[in-house]
């Protein structure tokens, strides 16, 4: 209303006036406060209906009831204990002057205005701390809390096979060990899938690669998801089909190619120059098991395959009644099984389950976790500083609280005006933290370099607004509030005495507590970003055996009517290859199934003269790959003896091969390799490549040709090892084949040229001139790939440096607060000792002595708390360990350094106490 305005009363000079009466010298902030008390009385006696002057009066008697003679005779040493109204005096002053929120509020804001650093810091720090957690909780909902879009998700497992003595935990699982398994009674069914690659090619469009499965008829159902178009592979159906060509496609794929045109279905699309029938189209956003666009039916039976064959993803879903940890024993029963009847491929071979969760988030899980410790490390870190903020605006206002108790100022409306104070502080910072984690989270989704399932589904909730909310207004309730709660609970006297050395002693050793955990949680985080440099460190100084950063790569797969036979699919990939060496910018060009990093087809071999095996399942075993000439030259890989492939080594050449380092360590006697024969018994693998010194006419109907002989390769040298294995684990014995006597059908294309463009615009040129029907790949450099496989690791390492070093300025804010706060209490203590003889140095190693033993004690408990995270931090660790010495040492000199640099300012005011004023402080 506008009766009940205050009209433009000078509150201040009616407060200075009868303080000067009272012989009281009273601070400006106290003069402030006061004045405000006086302004609220005046407005509730307004709003309760009385005149301006009614309510002017009311407020005059209440100064002049009011106990500042306290203040006179304290200032004045007087030993006679003052005189204190009763609870009951203090009442009935007090009766008729209640302070509403609405008037708390308004209160609370004028004096952040009033002091709008200590408000606008304490926002920040508390915005940006629960936006951080905010966004990053949203994250982790998003990638790992929420549940797969699968029918009972958490019954879903994926099974792979396993090695200890190849070191291998991880590996694709044989179709028919797979057949075995998937009859265990712990599972209600199983699928299996492989990845062939992918031409599309429709009439009109321009052909391009898809990513694409072949997998068996009941994924879908063990999944529990049916198409959104479409009735989709047959319900209870057949595992496999030989003449069904059938095929589901993406959402994605339906959309972008053909329109959303709802008549797809019962199209047919060419997949390899094969005709399949389109029969439904899968829901938005599905692409099980991962980035996939078509999924074909199985056309083989997985029974007629070979056990010694890794190459088969599956998926199983657990019946009702079984735990996850008796199917994993029931598994590796049978894998033990299956070790002694089939002991020529089986031997070393064990079964794993994983849950689909932990699958599909692979490397993300542990390392998203990680980054939750760390922001939670963080916001704790946070909410100390505001804590400390706090507390030294309650410890500094303790003679402001009790002049107001003084002059009859009820404990309540005290308690109101504090719960104002840290509402406002909380909403504040709740709203920044919000507008943080709504600016921010676009910006993680679109620049993380590399694919986390399911990010871009992360969105605020309201869980997530919860959250920030709930810990913005928990931090500045707890640590507002209840500081000027104690304090009120204090005698007055004693609170007009806040500068005793028992009050600031006891101050220092709470701020010092908080100081000392924000020290801890980020020299936790500080170590970890550590550890994480070193891991980031060693993933890229590994020998790969190559030196191709900028060596493009890219896919060509022929397929088609033109390429079924394979003297064709030889001679045109020596084509391609040809066309693009003599494109101007070119080097070297050269091609192979697989790149480095990469594991190849494993198979058993002999060398002629050595001692043979007593058991078959003893036979050597290395990884097969076939590579084209030049190959070596334009990946940069070295010899070390022998030559390497030349464009004579064709089909109607001699049969040659060249191994490894480490096949010639392992199998060959002394090393010695000049002349030396491999035998190998493989035909082919799969239906992509073909042994074409084993090749032959397929049998007459109901007939079966007698078994050939092993095909006999001279090995012709000896390459230095490329990585063939992902990082982490050993090389293992490699035989590089010809591909012109050993085709397959895709083969990856690495071109050494003057500059990128060059090489894309060569590989386009060739595929013009000799395969004009076979789409060009996505391309990239090398480096690009190899960056790839270090991606996580050093996505989370910027991410941890970044909070370690926000969480080492925190806590380097905080002890130049706790330093500056002590030196100032502690001015009349530092006075004393300089009038006593004490040099002003010794005042500053004081200070920093103090820093020094503050900042030890938090390092100390840092690293027990990552001795404690151990675990986790092992998971996203390589070839480091978690209690790496240099890391720590790392972290732990940093932070002394940030600690010293912050308190050197609070020594050098220690230092320059003047003792004349400092002893006159009280």
Request: aromatic letters at 6%; proline letters at 6%; hydrophobic letters at 50%.
């Amino acid at each position: 209303m506008a009766g009940n305005v205050s009209p433009r009363i000078d509150w201040r000079s009616l407060v200075r006036q009868h303080a000067d009466r009272a012989s009281v010298d009273l601070p400006q902030a106290t003069v402030d406060e006061l004045a405000l008390h006086l302004e609220d009385i005046y407005t509730a006696a307004r709003a309760d209906g009385a005149s301006e002057q009614e309510a002017h009066a009311k407020s005059t008697r209440a100064l002049q009831e009011s106990g500042l003679t306290v203040l006179r005779r304290h200032a004045a040493r007087d030993r006679r204990r003052p005189h204190i109204r009763s609870a009951e005096d203090t009442a009935r002053a007090s009766s008729g002057r209640s302070l509403n929120v609405t008037s708390a509020l308004r209160i609370a804001l004028r004096q952040f205005r009033q002091q709008p650093a200590f408000a606008v810091v304490t926002i920040l720090v508390l915005g940006l701390g629960t936006g951080a957690a905010t966004a990053v909780f949203t994250i982790v909902n998003a990638v790992v809390l929420r549940p797969l879009p699968y029918a009972a998700p958490d019954r879903l497992v994926t099974l792979w096979d396993t090695n200890a003595e190849k070191g291998l935990a991880h590996d694709p699982i044989s179709p028919v060990n797979f057949m075995d398994y998937r009859e265990l009674p712990v599972f209600e069914d199983a699928a299996a899938w492989w990845r062939p690659g992918i031409n599309l090619i429709d009439p009109g469009l321009d052909p391009v690669r898809v990513n694409t499965i072949e997998v068996s008829g009941n994924v879908f159902d063990v999944l529990g998801v049916r198409p959104q178009v479409g009735a989709g592979f047959p319900a209870g159906g057949p595992l496999f089909h030989q003449t069904d060509r059938i095929a589901i496609i993406s959402d994605r794929l339906w959309r972008s190619r053909y329109h959303a045109d709802p008549s797809i279905i019962g199209r047919p699309i060419s997949l390899n120059g094969t005709a399949h029938t389109v029969v439904g189209v899968m829901p938005a956003k599905f692409h099980f098991p991962d980035d996939i666009d078509v999924w074909q039916r199985l056309r083989w039976d997985m029974h007629q395959h070979s056990r010694a064959a890794h190459f088969m993803e599956a998926v199983a879903r657990l019946r009702d009644d079984k735990t996850f940890d008796e199917a994993q024993a029931a598994t590796e029963t049978l894998a033990l099984r299956l070790q002694n009847d089939f002991a020529a491929t089986n031997k070393g071979w064990g079964a794993r389950l994983v849950p689909l969760l932990d699958e599909q988030l692979g490397y993300y899980r542990p390392a998203l976790m990680v980054l939750f410790g760390a922001v939670g490390l963080l916001l704790v870190i946070g909410c100390l500083n505001v804590a400390s903020l706090l507390l030294t605006r309650a410890l500094a206002r303790e003679r402001e609280i009790a002049v107001r108790v003084a002059i009859g100022a009820a404990p309540r409306q005290l308690a109101v005006q504090l719960f104002a104070e840290s509402f406002v502080l909380s909403m504040a910072g709740a709203v920044v933290g919000i507008v943080a984690a709504i600016a921010a989270l676009p910006l993680i989704v679109r620049f993380t370099p590399v694919q986390i399932p399911r990010l871009d589904e992360a969105g605020l909730d309201g869980r997530a607004l919860a959250l920030c909310l709930a810990v913005a207004v928990i931090t500045t309730v707890f640590f507002g509030l209840v500081p000027g709660l104690l304090l009120l609970r204090r005698q007055v006297v004693v609170g007009l005495r806040a500068g005793e050395r028992g009050s600031s002693r006891g101050a220092r050793r709470i701020y010092s507590v908080l100081v000392a955990g924000e020290v801890a949680l980020a020299c936790a985080l500080l170590v970890s970003s550590a550890l994480l440099v070193r891991t980031v460190e060693r993933m890229t100084n590994t020998p790969t055996g190559v030196d191709a950063d900028d060596v493009l790569i890219t896919t060509v797969q022929l397929s088609g009517t033109n390429y079924q036979n394979w003297r064709v699919v030889a001679d045109t990939h020596a084509a391609i290859l040809e066309q693009i060496r003599q494109q101007p910018g070119v080097t070297a060009a050269g091609a192979g199934n697989f790149l480095p990093l990469e594991v190849g087809w494993r198979g058993p071999c002999l060398i002629e003269g050595e001692p043979p095996p007593a058991r078959p399942e003893d036979a050597p075993q290395a990884q097969y790959h076939s590579i084209s000439d030049g190959f070596f030259d334009a990946l940069g890989a070295e010899m070390a003896q022998g030559r390497s492939f030349q464009p004579f080594d064709t089909v109607d050449a001699a049969p040659v091969v060249v191994v490894n380092e480490s096949f010639a360590k392992r199998f060959l006697s002394n090393g010695s390799w000049s002349g030396r024969i491999l035998l190998t018994t493989t035909t082919g693998i799969g239906p992509l490549g073909l042994n074409l010194k084993r090749a032959r006419p397929a049998p007459p109907p109901g007939q079966r040709l007698p078994p050939l002989p092993p095909s006999r390769f001279e090995i012709v040298g000896v390459v230095q090892d490329i990585r063939d294995v992902p990082l982490g684990q050993s090389v293992e014995p490699a035989v590089y084949f010809s591909t012109q006597q050993f085709p397959f059908r895709e083969l990856f294309v690495a071109v050494r040229a003057s500059d990128t463009g060059t090489a894309v615009a060569a590989v386009r040129t060739a595929l013009k001139n000799a395969a004009p029907s076979v789409p060009m790949a996505r391309a990239q450099t090398w480096g690009w790939r190899f960056a790839g496989r270090t991606a996580q690791s050093r996505l989370l390492m910027t991410i941890l440096l970044f909070f370690g070093s926000l969480a080492a300025l925190l806590a380097a804010i905080g002890v130049y607060g706790l330093f500056s706060w002590s030196v100032a209490m502690r001015t009349r203590e530092l006075a004393i000792r300089l009038t006593l003889g004490a040099r002003p140095f010794a005042m500053g190693n004081l200070v920093v002595g103090h820093s020094t033993m503050l900042v030890a004690a938090g390092v100390i408990v840092g690293l027990a708390l990552v001795r404690l995270a151990q675990g986790a931090l092992s998971r996203v660790l390589y070839e480091v360990a978690p209690s790496d010495a240099g890391a720590a040492a790392t972290a732990s000199a940093l932070l002394l350094a940030a600690a010293l640099v912050a308190c050197i300012p609070p020594a050098i005011r220690a230092m320059r106490v003047d003792p004349v004023e400092g002893l006159r402080a009280e």
